[in-house]
């Protein structure tokens, strides 16, 4: 068996088209729940979108890096792990806090921002702490990554799609509320799709190395979880909004980072495996953790009643 930093998954160019398309429509979807009220709905709640925004983009990643260097595994896995923690959060972030009993109108307007930041912000984290690491360094620089080329494909498959959904809900809000939940509904299967035609493409070699990965995996899913979680607790918000914000910390969208791996990475081996396995553990995490939460009902602030 080959190492995993030496395997190159495969993905035919048609169905790498047919993701990045699938990608786009998950971001239209995710889009047509958005309105130009939740950005504005910030300057209502400072602090919880400042600690959501800050857990995300600067405590997740630092948070991995650090995981890295503890658990010390392949380097290819390590920067699938760093890659995974740049992604912005999927949008069954919003189901899940609607499960959970936690603010949803939070979570909407976090994920719309941090899907709106992280067109800059997600290449910027990973290349900082991808790097950190000599011996992820040296197998990045085996890896011709145009930075410029990187940026304007997640425009292409997250700007873009987002913008134009956001136009749909704000000029057409009827047609948006119609086909909001089927799209939402579709997304997840979509999603979930997309992540088993990866698999199913490479089956040989996730079942080589899902052992590899999987503890770490599901580690890491528990650390981003806490991350949320916790930095919401000691920034003093309410356990509404802690839920909130741990779902928007902890659910990252793993099916864009497949589409950059295959696009971008050449399909290395240790770096698909942990965005394919991440994105069925972050859902079934996410869904047993949303369960047990709904169960324990919390009180409703006044200010959203």
């Known amino acids: 068996m080959l190492p995993v930093d030496e395997v190159r998954l495969n993905f035919n160019p048609a169905s790498l088209a047919l993701l990045n398309a699938i ?9 047509l729940d958005t309105r130009v009220a939740d950005f504005k709905r910030v300057a209502k709640m400072p ?10 983009f600067l405590l997740l990643p630092a948070f991995t890096y650090a995981l890295t260097l503890l658990l010390k595994p392949t380097p290819s896995v390590a920067l699938g792990m760093i890659l995974v923690a740049c992604c912005p959060p999927g949008n069954i972030s ?17 994920t719309a921002i941090s899907n709106l930041l ?65 799209a939402r509904r579709f997304s997840l299967f979509a999603l979930v799709g997309f992540i088993l035609a990866a698999i199913a493409g490479n089956w040989r070699y996730f079942l080589d190395y899902v052992g590899l990965v999987l503890v770490a995996v599901a580690i890491h899913d528990a650390l981003a979880f806490a991350t949320g979680y916790g930095s919401a607790a000691l920034m003093g918000l309410k356990e509404y909004d802690r839920r909130a914000v741990s779902f928007e910390v902890g659910v990252r969208n793993a099916g864009l980072g497949l589409v950059l791996i ?44």
């Open 23 to 31: 990608l786009a429509f998950i971001m239209f979807g995710i889009a």
């Open 94 to 110: 919003n189901v899940l806090t609607h499960r959970a009993g936690g603010n949803v109108a939070l979570s909407v307007s976090m």
């Open 118 to 182: 992280s067109i800059v912000l997600m290449p910027l984290n990973f290349a900082f702490w991808g790097s950190l690491n000599p011996a992820n360094a040296a197998l990045l620089k085996q890896i011709a990554i145009d930075p410029v080329e990187m940026v304007l494909h997640i425009v292409l498959i997250i700007g873009i799609p987002f913008a134009l959904g956001v136009f749909v809900a704000e000029r057409f809000p009827r047609f948006a509320d119609r086909v909001k939940v089927g």
């Open 262 to 305: 295959f696009s971008f990475f050449g399909g290395l081996g240790g770096m698909a495996v942990v965005a394919g396995v991440w994105g069925f553990w972050d859902i079934i995490a996410g869904l047993v953790l949303a369960s047990w939460w709904g169960r324990r009902p919390v009180a409703v602030p006044r200010s959203v009643a």
């Open 47 to 56: 602090l919880a979108m400042a600690v959501g925004i800050a857990a995300q």
